[in-house]
T-cell receptor
Framework: DAKTTQPPSMDCAEGRAANLPCNHS???????VYWYRQIHSQGPQYIIH???NNETNEMASLIITEDRKSSTLILPHATLRDTAVYYC????????????FGKGTLLTVNP | DAGVTQSPTHLIKTRGQQVTLRCSPK?????VSWYQQALGQGPQFIFQ???????QRGNFPDRFSGHQFPNYSSELNVNALLLGDSALYLC?????????????FGSGTRLTVV
């Protein structure tokens, strides 16, 4: 799976949008971009994934650039409960079942 | 709908001992993966089980072994424990087509080796 690069930490004010970037310049055509988050002392939680089109669900929006070399996870109205480590993962599926986690981005939402 | 259940939540073992961790997947899920997460690091893939067989393994020694039962639950066994095995062990479940959706993780078992 392609390697991802994320900033180690970000801050966001409560109620504002949080935009978390991820670079994956070596992504292949069949690889998806997945986002998970991990709140302290819990297991990772699936947020959203996409291949090349922008995606939105009840938790977040995923914007993937046209060349697919980077993406942005958007939390439209961040709350204190969104404070967590956010992981961007490139995953091909098929016969490769493992998720390769980096160190992620620690998002701190401030009151 | 219960998610992924792991037991025990915390465990303290002595170096050289053996440990067994347990996982019950989310209802409707048939694959189980295990991950090790050291402090300050992202989770690292140990292996995945489907149809009671290990179908992919990460870069972990043979001291780490597993099993999946007919009801899809799973066990992770670690023999000859080392201090470096202290970590949070996470179980994740999915349907066979894992790439089409997300994995559901449990809250983990915190293993401390002294």
């Amino acid at each position: 799976d392609a390697k991802t690069t994320q900033p180690p930490s970000m801050d966001c004010a409560e109620g504002r949008a949080a935009n978390l970037p991820c670079n994956h310049s070596t992504i292949s055509g069949n690889e998806y971009v997945y986002w998970y988050r991990q709140i302290h002392s819990q297991g990772p939680q699936y947020i959203i994934h996409g291949l090349k089109n922008n995606e939105t669900n009840e938790m977040a929006s995923l914007i993937i650039t046209e060349d697919r070399k980077s993406s942005t996870l958007i939390l439209p109205h961040a709350t204190l409960r969104d404070t967590a480590v956010y992981y961007c993962i490139v995953h091909s599926g098929g016969s490769n079942y493992k998720l390769t986690f980096g160190k992620g981005t620690l998002l701190t939402v401030n009151p | 709908d219960a998610g992924v259940t792991q037991s025990p939540t915390h465990l303290i073992k002595t170096r050289g001992q053996q440990v067994t961790l347990r996982c019950s997947p989310k209802s409707g899920h048939d694959t189980v993966s295990w991950y090790q997460q050291a402090l300050g690091q992202g989770p690292q893939f140990i292996f995945q089980y489907y149809e009671e067989e290990e179908r992919q393994r990460g870069n972990f020694p043979d001291r780490f072994s597993g099993h999946q039962f007919p009801n899809y639950s799973s066990e992770l066994n670690v023999n000859a424990l080392l201090l470096g095995d202290s970590a949070l062990y996470l179980c994740a479940s999915s349907r066979i087509q894992g790439a089409s959706g997300g994995y559901t993780f449990g809250s983990g078992t915190r293993l401390t080796v002294v």
